[in-house]
């Protein structure tokens, strides 16, 4: 659906929940078109991509290529910083606007999150040979590092 669409869609009562990351939620106001209960769960990491037309890319000479790359790489971490923002402080001031707004916000924990993970498993095992297994590693291996 797209997202001109599921606003209206949720504002009737059509489409009842969505899955966004908060900042989404924020921006898009869905405190106003009926969703007022959030779930934390920490499920996962929305990557950005980056792409550029592989015919593009080889005209560019090495260091334009190498500036695009670094502009890249210091877009997607600013962007870490701005998703993060009032989510990563001790006490999560978005979740206290959120809740002034009239939202009900549930925070899993470690078993609850299980219980979704679980729950998933079979999405992840079908798709991960698809994605690419070294690829989802890889990820996995970098997600695993941030955490520590």
């Keep these: 659906m797209s997202w001109a669409d599921a606003q209206p869609a949720?504002?009737?009562g059509a489409?009842?929940?969505?899955?966004?990351?908060?900042s989404v939620y924020m921006?898009?106001?869905?405190?106003?078109v009926g969703q007022k209960h959030l779930t934390l769960w920490g499920y996962m990491n929305d990557p950005l991509i980056y792409v550029v037309n592989k015919?593009?890319?080889?005209?560019?000479?090495?260091?334009?290529?190498?500036?695009?790359?670094?502009?890249?790489?210091?877009?997607?971490k600013e962007q870490i910083v701005i998703s993060r923002k009032g989510m990563s402080e001790a006490d999560k001031p978005l979740v206290k606007e959120l809740t002034?707004?009239?939202?009900?916000?549930t925070d899993l924990?470690?078993?609850q999150r299980k219980v979704f993970a679980d729950a998933t498993k079979s999405?992840?095992?079908k798709w991960k040979p698809q994605i690419g297994t070294n690829l989802v590693d890889?990820?996995?291996k970098a997600i695993a590092e941030r955490k520590k």
């Design 55 to 76: 015919d593009v890319w080889a005209s560019w000479t090495k260091e334009d290529q190498a500036i695009v790359k670094q502009a890249a790489l210091d877009a997607a």
């Design 10 to 12: 949720m504002a009737s």
């Design 27 to 32: 921006a898009a106001k869905l405190n106003t």
């Design 100 to 105: 002034a707004l009239g939202g009900t916000v």
């Design 15 to 22: 489409v009842d929940g969505q899955e966004n990351p908060v």
């Design 138 to 140: 890889m990820a996995e």
């Design 109 to 111: 924990n470690a078993a």
């Design 123 to 125: 999405v992840y095992t």
